[in-house]
């Protein structure tokens, strides 16, 4: 099948054509993927009528798929696969939630700028979120790239930040957003996992500035100052010449990578129904094929 990348920013994101994702990849589908992700970072498919299995099929063509905080919350869920993240304000009983539900906290964590899983150790490499509907207004996605924004850098900066390392922690967010609830045994669920600040794209070659929300903490730095300092580089990372706002219809499957972007859910009029289903795969180094 003949595929076609349209690019729709200066810096990265581009809407691919030419092929059907309800179907099987071949090996050959798969290394063009790969391939369009190691250059653009994030891929935009229109009119991908993808049932929960057909999207858990593609998915699985790039690596093990990550449940992420399914490990910690063990609430109930309205999708029955496991392996489905349920990106949504719909309650297990398949009604919008309640405005101060745990449903509707996760959302909230989710307008914040992240990368998906970047708490665990292996991260997430790519995510795959599909459009099943949307409200009347807002619920927009936005991305940044994180090359960009290392190569952007200044001098001064790029070699302060050459090699310190950062702490990620799961439930950084929640914390953040006021739900403290959590157990011990919860938090020693997914303990923190640590990357450079400054890490190495591994399909593309190129060096990324590896910041987000869940970074909570420098290692040997004091928490003040490493939290100011995150906050600076993330506000550089995401500034708005780096940002493409993607705006959501019924079908589209929209796939990024984690390792070198950043993206982040806009409100929406949360009485209404708002769904997404997500899949993602772990960055394991047989999973993906590294084309550079």
Known sequence: MSFHFKPLHPIFFAEASGLDLTQPL??????????????YGVLLWRGQPLTAQQQINF????GPLDIGLKRVFKRPERLEDERLIDISNIDAQGHVAKRDSPKNLSNFANQLWHSDSSFMNPRAAYSMLHCVTTPSWGGTTEFADLRHAYDTLDDRTRAEIQDLKAEHFALHTRLMLGDDAYTDDQKKEIPPAIWPLVDTHPGSGRKVLFVGVHARQILGWPTAESRMYLQDLLEHATQRERVYRHEWQVGDMVMWDNRATLHRGRRYDISERRELRRTTVNDTPDALLRTF
């Open 59 to 62: 998915a699985k063509s790039f």
């Open 26 to 39: 071949s090996s050959e589908d798969v290394q063009a993927i790969n391939s369009a992700m190691n250059e």
